[in-house]
């Protein structure tokens, strides 16, 4: 049986991040499921909201991704968890996501080093132009480099 994933973040973001994981894995439409804290909602009626999702995902192990730790999200996610067969990773991207989904299958911990491992992965810096001292090609007679 899959890992139930509830995705509990500000919102729009629950939602953006699971229609994005639909949009490649649209098989997983009934294990994946987003709750958007609005800001001016009570922590009560948000958790109340995160217990029936968890529900409808009918897994006996669950995955609670969150957006941000320390934020009302993951300190919801946070008291929803405790006593249940549940593991709760805060800090979500859609990398992270999209890898829990592809291995939903095998166990919670895996899954939840596999979501680790995902996240921080795709976490890099990208080069947007060539460096500035790059050689340019030799054709190239007019052009002068000034460094500031």
């Given amino acids: 049986m899959n890992t139930g994933i509830l995705i509990v973040a500000h919102a729009p973001l ?3 991040l699971r229609a994005c994981v639909l949009h490649v ?6 294990g994946v499921l ?3 804290v609005l800001p001016n909602e009570s922590t009560e009626v ?9 529900a409808q995902l009918h897994t006996a192990d669950a995955l609670v991704l969150t957006d941000m730790f320390g934020a009302t999200p993951c300190n919801v996610a946070q008291k929803m968890v405790d006593g249940i067969h549940a593991k709760l990773v805060a800090g979500v991207n859609l990398p992270m996501l999209l890898r829990t989904v592809n291995y939903r299958h095998e166990p919670l911990d895996l899954l939840v080093a596999r979501a680790l491992a ?20 030799s054709n190239d007679h007019h052009h002068h480099d000034h460094q500031q």
């Fill in 46 to 54: 948000t958790q109340s909201s995160a217990r029936r999702l968890l």
């Fill in 34 to 36: 987003a709750l958007d």
């Fill in 14 to 16: 629950a939602s953006a």
């Fill in 118 to 137: 995902g996240g921080a992965q795709c976490i890099m810096q990208v080069a947007v132009s060539a460096p500035q001292n790059q050689a340019r090609k």
């Fill in 25 to 30: 894995y649209p098989e997983a439409d009934a």
